[in-house]
């Protein structure tokens, strides 16, 4: 409709124009009428112009995109002709919570190809996705703007931030001795609970042989480590502040875990949730941190239930559980639901802004210890320390 308002709008200036030299006579008018003219063209020419045939593409940042990092993005515009143009409004609108539509005014002239750039600093956790393009043309004079959008859907996904640290396993002091040497050993003998990619040191004897005959690709047998059931790491969902530091450090966690001499098991919690009797390998914690990506935070009440009806926590000797606030409730739960436990460690993740643990939280800490729990509160720039803390306990 806004583009018919503004044909009507050059068509009346067009018709008073030559009225006026039709009916007024002499230079000036007529000098009038013929100064308009190229003008009043080029604007039909932009009225009628195929801008359907226009296409945009966006490039994005190559490799991996973690929170906090920066996403440059890339948009190319192309069409298939050299009509000179004036100049051209892009706009695209990022899919991240608080950021404003980016706009950017190019000159297009013969060009047959626009590249854009715009940067995005510190991206936040999450699934995202890109939507439609909005262009618009205008001519030399602003009397005539057209607006159409390219549907350019793109998806991006940012990953928690992963900090290299040193893990040591919280129950060390029973049966985790030589928890990697056994756990090579257990595998002879244990139960396949499925197949996965082939990973350098693998023993022939774990090879799936049915499925290399049917795809000519090596895969190797997935076991239980019941070995692994002696620690678990556990993630609380409950909504904070700090809840996506927490998720940071989970990660970190499960990737030093797998790097690590020992085995370990994970949950996470929720109709959505994952659990991995033993974090063995890299392709553990890419499942890992797929889901880490996406998930959610609880309310406080939606957390305590499901510790309270997770069965799957008292099978496990020791337990760290990862949360970004301290409360009561939940340690109860999590004590009640881990009759087994021999060690229980909470890590209290807060951000670099407030670093400390509150009030009510604080009064939390005595109540944990008397059940059996260290509690180890960690801002980001201690991640790398986190497990030093524990030692010193």
Known sequence: MKHHAGLIGLLGLALTIFAYAMFQGGFVSWFLLYATLPFLMFAFIIYFYPVRKMTATRTFTEGELTRG?????????????WWPLYYMKVTDQPPFPEETPKSRVVFIGFRREVVLN????????????FNALELELVDLLGWLRKRWTISTPQQVVVYPRITELSYTPIASNYDQGAARARYQMHKENAVATGVREYQPGDRVSWIHWKSFAKSQTLRTKDFEDRQAQDTLVYLDLTESHSFD????????????MASSDTTGAFILPGTR?????????QGHVERVKRELATVEPLEEKWMK????????????????CITAELDKDRVEAMTHM??????????VVKTEASPKLTTAELAVVDYAQA??????????????????EVLKR
């Open 69 to 81: 990092q920066k996403l440059d993005v890339e948009i190319h515009i192309k069409r298939s002709d």
């Open 118 to 129: 715009y940067s995005i600093d510190k991206l936040p956790r999450g699934a995202y996705e």
């Open 245 to 256: 530091d927490a998720v940071d450090f989970t990660i970190s966690v499960v990737q030093a």
């Open 273 to 281: 949730g994952i659990y991995l009797p033993a974090i063995t390998h």
């Open 305 to 320: 239930r499901l510790v309270a009806e997770d069965k799957r926590l008292g099978t496990f000797k020791g337990i760290i």
């Open 338 to 347: 881990t009759p087994q436990l021999r060690e229980g460690l909470y890590f």
């Open 371 to 388: 059940r059996g729990w260290s509690v180890v509160v960690l801002p980001p720039s201690q991640f790398t320390e986190a497990f030093l």
